[in-house]
C-alpha cells in the first residue's frame, strides 16, 4: 500500500513540480545543483531539530527540501540525458539526508536522556543505509534486489507522520512509528539478502536453475 501512494503521489506532484523544473532548466540551472541544494535544507532541518527541538520547523524545512528529488529528475527527464555522475550524486546525496534525518532524532532524544526512542532512531539510521546498500551492492554485482516491504520514501513517509503524531501531543507517537519503521527494514533486509542468495543458487546451477528461479520469484 505505502508503494502504491508513493506513485500516485509522485505522479501528482509531478503536475506542480514539472513546471518548476522547467523553469530552473531555462535558468541555467543544473540537475545536480539542485540535488546539493536540497541536501543543504535536509541539513539545515536536521541541525534545527537537533539542537533546538524544533520540529514542525524541521518538518517543513526537510519536506520542501525532499521535493528536489522530484525535481532533479524531472530536470533530467525533460534534458533527455542520462548522467551516470548525476545518478551516484543523488543516490549519494540521499545517504546523507537520510542519516542527517534519523542522527538528528537520535540526537535529540539522547540529548533528553530519552535513550529508548534514542534507540529506535539508530536503528532506523542503520537500517536504513543497510536496505539501500544491499540493493546497490546486489546490482554491481549483477543480480536484483528490487523487493522489499519498505524503501526510502516509505521511510521519509513514516518519519513525517510520525513526527506530525509528535509534534500535536500523541505520546510515544514517533517512538511507536521509528520502531515498526526500523523492524520492517529489517525485514526488507532480509528479503534483499534471500532474492540475492537464489539467485546466485540458480546461477551456479546453470540455465535451468536459472529459469526456475524466475518462476520461483514470478509467483
Partial sequence: MAKILSVVSRAGLARVLDPVAAALLRAGVTPNAVTVVGTV????GALGFATRGHLIT?????TLSCFTDLIDGSM????GITNKFGALLDSSMDRVADGAIFGAV????????????????LLCLLTGQVVSYVKARAEGLGFTANVG??????RLIGIGIGGLL????????????????????????????TTV???????????NGAAAA?????R
Fill in 41 to 44: 535544507g535536509v541539513l539545515v
Fill in 58 to 62: 524541521a518538518l517543513v524545512i526537510i
Fill in 76 to 79: 533530467a527527464r525533460q534534458r
Fill in 106 to 121: 537520535a540526537w535529540y532524544y539522547a540529548s533528553i536522556h530519552e535513550l529508548r526512542p534514542a534507540a529506535a532512531a
Fill in 149 to 154: 516491504l519498505i524503501e526510502r520514501p516509505e
Fill in 166 to 193: 509528535w509534534g500535536f501531543g500523541v505520546p510515544y507517537g514517533l517512538e511507536i512509528v521509528m520502531w515498526l519503521l526500523g523492524a520492517l527494514s529489517i525485514v526488507t533486509i532480509g528479503q534483499r539478502i
Fill in 197 to 207: 542468495y537464489r539467485q546466485a543458487q540458480a546461477a551456479d546451477q546453470g540455465p
Fill in 214 to 218: 524466475e518462476k520461483s520469484d514470478a
